[in-house]
């Protein structure tokens, strides 16, 4: 069985996919929808993360299941530097593009993942793992709301940023 691969891969995307979404949201501070949400959305992935390394022992892997990136990046100076520069650009009328252009990307990531949660599951239900395919019932529909809020902001923003 290949399972192995299909975990080691979803693991690696769910984080992918928090760090994006913290920096997303530390980029556009000053937008509190975009930055409250983007959070926690990015909790979501750090906890399937941790599920992925608490199961990975049984497919003979060592997953790491880090501390959330959210508390290393608010005590940071990186996160200073992004703050102040949202603060700054927040003020030019280009963060309209810049928002745009990380929602496209984190909609991408977030459908990657989605699309590596139902790899997961149809694998464990071909083998019969009710443990794995539990916990892809669990995950997956979140990952498809992550992508729904990215697609969703997406339609609502595009328009007034496109056409001013």
Request: glycine share 4%; aromatic share 4%.
């Amino acid at each position: 069985m290949k399972l192995d691969l299909a975990l080691r891969e979803l693991h690696r995307s769910e984080k992918s996919l928090a760090a994006d979404l913290l920096k997303v949201a530390d980029r556009h501070k000053v937008d509190h929808e975009i930055y409250h949400v983007a959070r926690d959305l990015a909790r979501w992935s750090q906890q399937h993360v941790h599920e992925l390394a608490e199961i990975g022992p049984r497919y003979n892997l060592n997953l790491k299941s880090d501390p959330p990136e959210e508390a290393q990046e608010d005590s940071g100076l990186l996160s200073t530097v992004r703050s102040k520069a949202s603060e700054l650009v927040g003020r030019r009328p280009e963060p309209g593009l810049l928002l745009l252009a990380d929602l496209r990307h984190l909609h991408r990531v977030a459908a990657g993942v989605s699309l590596d949660w139902e790899l997961l599951g149809q694998g464990a239900q071909a083998a019969k793992d009710s443990e794995l395919l539990a916990l892809t019932k669990r995950c997956h529909p979140q990952s498809l709301r992550q992508m729904r809020w990215a697609n969703a902001m997406l339609k609502v923003l595009s328009p007034q940023v496109l056409a001013s």
